[in-house]
Every structure is written in C-alpha cells, then in structure tokens.
C-alpha cells in the first residue's frame, strides 16, 4: 500500500503511454511540471500495468506494478486527464475497482454554549 499525505494531488492519464519514458510523459502529455509533488498514474496498453512518478523533495520516485492476473480497472480512454483521491489510488494499485469508492458528504459540527 502507498501513503499518499493529505493534500497531495493523484492524477491519471486516461490515455496508454509508451513506458519506456519518464517524467517527459508528464510534461508532454499531461502539460503538468513533474516537480510539483502531484502523483501522476500511467496505463499500459494492455492495462495490467502501472507507473507513478512523483517528486518527494529530493528525487523523482517512479513506482512500477504489473498484475500476475486480470487487468487494472482503468476509465475509458480518452485524452486527458482524471483527479483520483488517495483511497482511490490505494484501491487502484491492489488492484480493486476505485470507481466504486466515494467520499462521503460530512456535515460541518454545530458548536454549542
């Protein structure tokens, strides 16, 4: 499992990449700086592998996955990009179905006297 801190951004690239390129994926097809601290997730084309590339302050972190069996589940591909919370990202990288999990709306406390 990945700890992702609070306040991170995740972003998915809805569209496969070639995985033999870094951080230049995420300047050139996402137009983002991959020195911002935001996590961006990569599809492979056949959509049973990941890569995460992240900037933690000293270095580019790149994470790899490829599941033994099944698929990823990834969103439709198309150009662009997608926002994922960190449960969804940990749910992405077990290999679970992340579009299932939703935040719940939380009521603001009522302070009393």
Do not use: C, Y
């Not at 580019?60 to 996955?65: P, R, T």
């Not at 749910?91 to 579009?99: E, I, M, P, Q, T």
């Amino acid at each position: 499992m990945i700890a992702v801190p609070v306040g991170v951004r995740v972003l998915v690239a809805t569209k496969q990449v070639d995985f033999r390129r870094g951080a230049e994926l995420v300047r050139e097809q996402l137009r983002h700086d991959p020195f911002s601290g935001t996590i961006f997730i990569f599809r492979s084309k056949r959509a049973d592998r990941l890569k995460l590339l992240a900037w933690d302050g000293s270095g580019l972190v790149l994470f790899w996955k490829r599941l033994e069996q099944g698929a990823f589940r990834w969103p439709p591909i198309s150009d662009g990009v997608m926002r994922l919370s960190a449960s969804q990202l940990a749910a992405l990288v077990d290999g679970l179905d992340w579009s299932r999990l939703h935040a719940r709306d939380v009521a603001a406390p009522i302070a009393t006297s």
